[in-house]
């Protein structure tokens, strides 16, 4: 097999996973099944998330064509230069756009218009609900007593602490006046039923961890949130001390717990996560096939360091050739790794690039391998890439310019390492999210 289909099979791979959760082809597939006999009568839409603006087109295309009675207004807030560069004329539900993954006061705005729209519901209305990756953040709504500047520096210090998006979120639900299930509890005291549709960002699926779980039960309490700040060493001198207080003030009970199973108003919520990492890794392995690839999924729940998670992927290659030296070989895999920042550097890039930086590094010597991690929402970390891949090409250009990669993966700069290598992945935003997506090639020969 040529090397030019190296990279063709690398981001044929890619946009196969990307498929998947595209909401203009998934979207209206979740909805014909959740609704056989249609909807008529007043609704409302909200979202929030990376793929918001596209999950919203989705929704009203459908309508408009399914369900001719039926009368749609509503709003979504998504990342900025997310929204949609082509939308229906005259939409009925506006797309705002706010910062991730450090909130801003747009943010904040966002989820007051949100609650507001909320509040004028009438009994019978129908709510729907569409949740994507990123709403975390674009949902940031604190609770009475903390001002966003507070929560801004909170995101930040997880951020560099190398904590998992769930513990992240464990904290920021029990700051929050939407996370946490408090969205679908206000709905419900409208008497409204909420429906509410996700793609999938977080290891595991649970509608509590993405976005924060607006209308999701929260298996979490203060009490949790308070020993994710604890493991990650962040007191009163990187965060402020009103935070700590008010989630001790939710251990004592002095402020009410977020949704949990044993609440009556779970009869009236509904969650369905329809696009999922795992749905996306098996069509890029189905992709795989077509070429005569063996290919080995390692699921969607990968984590952990991404340098170290790069050495278990390389090991796992190196087992696989010791008995089929010569089969062509696929590693795929989902999930979502974490690059600890020390205090002293600011890193430029993102957990798939320095996940690359680091296989490569690792596998220096090694022929005929060559691999692609991207984010699916198409940006990595700090900058504008989707991630990075190295084929027979881009590891020329790093020994023409003689770049260290272990000098590059010292200061944490996967960015400027591949930007010179000419191995960044640029997609621009996807408007979809299912989480990383990794592939590892060997023996395309």
């Not at 087109?57 to 039926?70: G, I, N, Q, R, Y």
């Not at 220096?364 to 084929?391: C, V, W």
Request: hydrophobic share 40%.
């Amino acid at each position: 097999m040529s090397q030019v289909n190296a990279k063709q099979i690398l981001f044929g791979a890619y946009q196969a996973a990307l498929n998947v959760a595209d909401p203009q082809i998934a979207l209206p597939k979740a909805l014909e099944k959740v609704f056989p006999d249609g909807l008529k009568g007043k609704c409302l839409v909200i979202g929030a998330g990376k793929a918001s603006a596209s999950m919203a087109d989705a929704f009203e295309k459908h309508a408009l064509s399914h369900w001719p009675k039926l009368d749609v207004s509503g709003v979504v807030v998504t990342r900025y230069h997310h929204d949609m560069p082509d939308p229906i004329p005259s939409r009925k539900i506006s797309v705002l756009q706010a910062a991730h993954p450090v909130p801003d006061q747009a943010c904040v705005e966002a989820s007051k218009e949100i609650l507001k729209r909320i509040e004028k519901l009438n009994k019978g209305d129908h709510l729907i609900v569409l949740i994507s990756g990123g709403g975390s953040s674009l949902l940031t709504l604190p609770v009475a007593g903390i001002e966003l500047s507070e929560m801004q520096i909170l995101t930040q210090a997880l951020l560099k602490s190398g904590a998992p998006i769930e513990q992240m979120n464990v904290v920021r639900k029990h700051l929050s006046q939407i996370q946490g299930g408090n969205l679908a509890r206000l709905a419900v005291s409208k008497g409204v039923r909420v429906q509410a549709f996700i793609i999938s960002d977080v290891i595991g699926d649970h509608p509590a961890d993405i976005a924060s779980g607006p209308c999701a039960v929260d298996p979490s309490t203060y009490q949790d949130a308070i020993n994710v700040l604890h493991k990650y060493q962040l007191d009163e001198t990187q965060i402020s001390p009103k935070i700590l207080q008010h989630l001790r003030n939710g251990v004592l009970g002095k402020v009410p717990e977020t949704l949990k199973e044993t609440d009556p108003e779970l009869n009236q919520i509904d969650n369905y996560v329809y696009a999922t990492a795992m749905q996306s890794l098996a069509m890029a392995a189905k992709y795989c096939d077509k070429f005569g690839i063996q290919t080995i999924i390692l699921g969607d729940r990968v984590s952990g360091e991404s340098k170290e998670q790069a050495i278990v992927q390389l090991n796992q290659i190196k087992e696989l050739l010791k008995n089929n030296p010569n089969q062509s070989f696929a590693l795929i895999s989902g999930g979502e790794t974490t690059v600890t920042i020390p205090p002293n550097l600011s890193g430029r890039g993102g957990r798939c690039a320095e996940f690359l930086l680091a296989l490569l590094d690792a596998g220096k010597g090694m022929k005929h391998l060559f691999a692609l991690a991207a984010d699916t929402d198409g940006i990595d970390g700090s900058e504008n890439n989707a991630g990075a891949y190295f084929d027979q090409d881009v590891l020329e250009k790093v020994d023409k310019l003689n770049l260290d990669s272990q000098y590059y993966l010292k200061i944490h700069d996967s960015y400027g390492f591949f930007s010179q290598a000419e191995g960044l992945v640029m997609t621009g935003p996807t408007l979809s999210n299912v989480n990383d997506f990794r592939i590892l090639l060997i023996n395309l020969n």
